[in-house]
């Protein structure tokens, strides 16, 4: 063995005497050896490297606290042992190359507030927080990998959704001339909203749909509107997939939905003042109310019954 420290293998249970209660006297040992066990996991270091600092191992080891011994010796300490030599390192040198793992600088500090070891302590937040601000981004644009996925994802979701499904293999025909510029159009507008809106509303992605360009807006887990970017024109002799950007439609919807944030029931004032210029262009609408088709540059938009408006208690 070498260093001053030595992590052995874990004891079992003692069934031997109970450990022994005294004061421990480490005034006059200076650079002498003591055995901890901590927790089952035994080492060796010295009084000084314990009483660096001024710490509940100070207290401890210069007859201020006192101490458990069992019968071979060995210091008692009630905490888990697998950080400790990372605790010494620390008294000794006054910094560490602390975890990798958020979970294990934790368990690092929890450690190093019962030792009252304050520096170190510090040290486990900043790297907690910058671990914090590196892996959880601003941002978040969840990527659909099944129907069933989305299905849980707009459900759970307590914040309007938005989401865009864009899948350029589905196409059968040929593309018309502008039709790859208007796709990333689209998808570039998909971005500027998910940064504007973040917080408000939840994006999310499908590049596994049936549709090759294609924007659905739902609220309180129910779909609201649909927005098909795609139609098939007649060129000379063949048919050509057109992928177009209704770019105003699509603000106009990604508003609507904020309609739909919490409190969770629509404010009826605001639904109706932003539907009634929807209602006037519109070329049909059933009597119920329940659906309505306008068509827009071959963009077709859906739009379904949202909630049901009679009452509470009827």
Known sequence: MSGDTCLTTTLCPATGPKPKTCSFKGGSLG???????????????TVQVLTRHDTMLKAMFSGRMEVLTDKE???LIDRCGKHFGTILN?????????????Q???????????YLIQGLVDMCQAALQDKKD??????????????????????????????????????????????????????????????????????IKDVIGDE??????????????????????????????????PEARIYEETLNVLLYETPRVPDNSLLEATSRSRSQASHSEDDE?????????????KRYSTYDDRQLGH
């Open 31 to 45: 650079n002498k050896y003591v055995r901890l066990n901590v927790g089952g996991s035994l080492y060796y270091t």
């Open 73 to 75: 010796g060995w210091i």
């Open 90 to 102: 620390y008294l000794r040198d006054d910094t560490i190359a602390l975890p990798k793992h958020r």
């Open 104 to 114: 294990e600088i934790k368990e690092l500090m929890a450690e190093a507030k019962y």
């Open 134 to 203: 590196l892996y959880e981004p601003v941002c978040s644009i969840p990527i659909i990998t099944s129907p069933k996925e989305e299905e849980r994802l707009i459900e759970s979701s307590m914040k309007p959704v938005v989401k865009l499904l864009y899948n350029r293999s589905n196409n059968k025909y040929s593309y018309t001339s502008n039709s790859d510029d208007n796709l990333l159009k689209n998808i570039e507008l998909f971005d500027k909203l998910s940064l504007r809106f973040n917080g408000r509303v939840l994006f």
């Open 212 to 245: 090759i360009c294609c924007w659905s807006f739902y609220g309180q887990g129910r779909k609201l509107a649909e927005v098909c970017c795609t139609s098939i024109v007649y060129a000379t002799e063949k048919k050509q997939t057109k992928v177009e950007f």
């Open 289 to 301: 109310g329940f659906e309505l088709r306008d068509r827009v540059r071959r963009i077709h938009v």
